[in-house]
Each structure stands twice: as structure tokens, then as C-alpha cells.
């Protein structure tokens, strides 16, 4: 009885480790992916242009003193970026935020940063452009979204021009009103993510209209073909994933644990060698089995 309680009592330790372990991936894990990711599209964005002005405007896209105070001009309807490929930059003052929004709200896009709906207007042209993002985890972009008041600013920089939004009203709705996000005769920016933090029960909705644009000379989006597709009945959040990656990562695990477990009972004496060396190795596969089970889960953005 003793044993099958001992043997009872490392199982429920392990798992508690595992737990902790997986809880750290989400929070800090994601955000180092994240960030990398980051400043790799930022260097794709820049580099998408020849023109030494457009690229010295992503450069300077949080730079307030430089923003555009005239009125609104709409940019021209153009291609839009591939899914995945850098859209532009995002700022938002009040909440600290600057970073490259991608093209797409599935689980791979927005584990790069915010997404722009697909089928939703780019930033900057009529109608209503819409942008996803996480709120707690891959660097968790929009963590502070419901700071963002009425009047708030929100500055949109993409090949076409620098866009800036004034925040006009926030709201709660279901993961299913996708009615937030179609189209509009205004000139609006639509932010969303989860709500509350921590939870994905409902969604935030911050509404922002176009006040003021400055538009790029003989400027345009790449010239990608438009990409076609059904828009999701939920606020973003579609994984397209399967479990296949997970089970093979964690066969990877549990192989690796139990070789490690056999050959510190076989060689007692280097128990510690082997425990130190499969720590370190259980950790790396841990980290690929925790990303492929991660889309896998509700959506917790």
C-alpha cells in the first residue's frame, strides 16, 4: 500500500511540475516566440518598400510628433498581403502598444501579433478594417485594451500611408457576434480580443474612426492576389490544427522520461549525470510539446 501511495504521490508531483511548467510557456514562453517574430516582420515590412520616405515613416510609426493632423483621406482598395505577411504597425499610446499586424485571425497568425481580419477592409481604406489580438498570451498585444478611452488615438502606419483612428466607443459581446466586424458606411478601425483577461467567455470590441490620413506618393500594398475566403462565424480563434504534433511530441516525452528513469536505476552511482542530462533534454521537447498542444486548447487570446 505504501508503495502504490508513494508511486500515487510522484505521479500527482509530476503533473503539478508539468502544469507549472506549461503555465510559464503560455505567459513567457509565447512572448519570447512572439517578440522574435516581431522583429522579423518588421524587417519584412521595411524592406517590402524601395521608397526611402515610406520606410523612414514605419521607422518612426510611434513617433506622435510626426503623425498627420490634416484631414481624412481614404487609401485606394488594393491586394492584400498574403496570410501571415506583415500588414503594417499598430500603435496605441495610451496602452503602450507598437507592433506589426499580420494578414489573417487564424491560431499561426496570431501567434506572430495582432491579425487583420481577412475580408475586412485594409486600415486606411473605406469601410471597416478589423484587427485581432491576444490578450494573454504571445506577447499578449492587447493585455491593456479596455485602457483605451474615448478620444484615445490609435495610429495605423501601412505601405499606403499613416492612419490615425480617435477611439469613439467600447463594448462586450459574444465570441459568435461577428456583426462587429462587418462593414460599415463610416471609416472605422475595430479592435478585438478576449474578455476577461485569462478567459475567452466573451469578447472586447474597441470602435475607433478615421481622423486624420496622410497618404504615401506612388505608394501600394504588394501586389499579392486577394486571398478569397469564408470568414469565420467566431471573433477569430480558428486553429486548423490537429492533435498529430502533440501525440508525437509527447511520445517524445514520455519516451525520453522513461529511458531516463532506466538508466538511472541501471548506473546508480552516474544517477545524477543522467538525471541532469535528461532534465535538459526533457525540457527541449517539452517546450515543442507545449506549442503543439497550445492551439489545441479554447481560445484564450
Not at 164 to 177: G, W
Not at 272 to 284: D, F, K, N, P, R
Amino acid at each position: 500500500m505504501r508503495r502504490v501511495l508513494a508511486v500515487v504521490g510522484k505521479v500527482l508531483i509530476g503533473a503539478g511540475v508539468l502544469l507549472l511548467l506549461f503555465t510559464a510557456y503560455q505567459i513567457w514562453g509565447t512572448s519570447i516566440q512572439e517578440a522574435h517574430t516581431q522583429t522579423q516582420l518588421r524587417s519584412t515590412l521595411v524592406q517590402e518598400t524601395n521608397n526611402q520616405k515610406i520606410r523612414q515613416a514605419l521607422a518612426d510609426a510611434a513617433a506622435l510628433d510626426k503623425l498627420p493632423t490634416g484631414p481624412p483621406v481614404l487609401a485606394p482598395h488594393t491586394g492584400d498581403p498574403a496570410e501571415g505577411e506583415p500588414v503594417g504597425d499598430i500603435t496605441i499610446p495610451r496602452i503602450g502598444l507598437n507592433q506589426v499586424v499580420v494578414e489573417g485571425t487564424d491560431t499561426p497568425d496570431l501567434r506572430k501579433g495582432p491579425g487583420h481580419y481577412i475580408g475586412t477592409p485594409m486600415p486606411g481604406q473605406a469601410g471597416n478594417a478589423a484587427i485581432a489580438g491576444h490578450r494573454t498570451t504571445y506577447g499578449h498585444p492587447f493585455y491593456n485594451l479596455d485602457g483605451v478611452q474615448k478620444g484615445d488615438p490609435i495610429v495605423v502606419t501601412t505601405l499606403q500611408g499613416i492612419f490615425v483612428y480617435d477611439a469613439i466607443s467600447s463594448e462586450v459581446v459574444s465570441p459568435s457576434d461577428n456583426k462587429v466586424i462587418a462593414n460599415v458606411p463610416a471609416n472605422w478601425l475595430t479592435l478585438t480580443t478576449c474578455n476577461p483577461r485569462f478567459s475567452a467567455s466573451t469578447r472586447l470590441i474597441v470602435h475607433a474612426q478615421l481622423a486624420h490620413s496622410q497618404l504615401f506618393a506612388n505608394s501600394a500594398l504588394p501586389p499579392h492576389e486577394r486571398v478569397r475566403r469564408t470568414q469565420s462565424n467566431d471573433l477569430a480563434g480558428d486553429s486548423n490544427v490537429t492533435v498529430t504534433d502533440a501525440l508525437f511530441w509527447g511520445f517524445l516525452v514520455v519516451a525520453l522520461g522513461v529511458l531516463v528513469l532506466l538508466v538511472a536505476h541501471r548506473y546508480r552511482r552516474q544517477r545524477w549525470v543522467a538525471y541532469g542530462v535528461g532534465t535538459a533534454g526533457l525540457l527541449v521537447l517539452l517546450w515543442f510539446f507545449f506549442g503543439a498542444v497550445s492551439p489545441l486548447l479554447p481560445a484564450s487570446f
